[in-house]
T-cell receptor, first 113, second 114 residues
Framework: DAMVIQNPRYQVTQFGKPVTLSCSQT?????MYWYQQKSSQAPKLLFH???????NEADTPDNFQSRRPNTSFCFLDIRSPGLGDAAMYLC????????????FGPGTRLLVL | AQSVTQLDSQVPVFEEAPVELRCNYS??????LFWYVQYPNQGLQLLLK??????LVKGINGFEAEFNKSQTSFHLRKPSVHISDTAEYFC????????????FGTGTKLQVIP
């Protein structure tokens, strides 16, 4: 039944050690998003893919990268995690942008030691 | 640029009482409006959305919201809450132009008291 799957649910990494979070979807949606959510804050859009077209938000640090090798999978790479990158990372998908419902995964909680 | 304001960070309410969660938006164009709910340790789930047409929108779990263009508001209501409604609620806005980015508010934590 799971439509948007994120692995792992919890990730612990060390300061400066690269980490990759993964997201997969069974909905065959065109759009995949990565959000960063810190405690008591709004989900913050980092970037999204519309099919293979990558769209970065202007204020997303260069430390954050993403890959979408096929329709089903999308990865978030954090090249050198800092303490400030500890957060919940949410993946979402939608059929199209704008008016379409976004379907969210359960999130990956990242802890940086 | 569009933005969303949720003035209430926390709303405590007794079980079976009515509740209203407030949302105001800012946009220079027509908008799409959404309410999402987030249960603990889970992702967000759509409650309802306004795209056009009737200003009263009904969603899942007995929630409804009313779009008020003159007041730029999209408040969420439920006539009688249950313990299971305890969660965080996010209002969001998207404009039909550009690449239609969705902007989320900071959320309102609804705590239902038995």
């Amino acid at each position: 039944d799971a439509m948007v799957i994120q692995n792992p649910r919890y990730q612990v990494t060390q300061f400066g050690k690269p980490v990759t979070l993964s997201c997969s979807q069974t909905l065959n949606h065109n759009v995949m998003y990565w959000y960063q959510q810190k405690s008591s804050q709004a989900p913050k859009l980092l970037f999204h893919y519309y099919d293979k077209d990558f769209n970065n938000e202007a204020d997303t640090p260069d430390n954050f990268q993403s890959r979408r090798p096929n329709t089903s999978f999308c990865f978030l790479d954090i090249r050198s995690p800092g303490l400030g990158d500890a957060a919940m990372y949410l993946c979402a998908t939608s059929r199209e942008r704008g008016r379409e419902t976004q379907y969210f995964g359960p999130g990956t909680r990242l802890l940086v030691l | 640029a569009q933005s969303v304001t949720q003035l209430d960070s926390q709303v405590p309410v007794f079980e079976e009482a009515p509740v209203e969660l407030r949302c105001n938006y800012s946009s220079s164009v027509s908008v799409y409006l959404f309410w999402y709910v987030q249960y603990p340790n889970q992702g967000l789930q759509l409650l309802l959305k306004y795209l056009s047409g009737s200003t009263l929108v009904k969603g899942i779990n007995g929630f409804e919201a009313e779009f008020n263009k003159s007041q730029t508001s999209f408040h969420l209501r439920k006539p009688s809450v249950h313990i299971s409604d305890t969660a965080e609620y996010f209002c969001a806005v998207s404009d039909p132009g550009g690449y239609q980015k969705v902007t989320f508010g900071t959320g309102t934590k609804l705590q239902v008291i038995p």
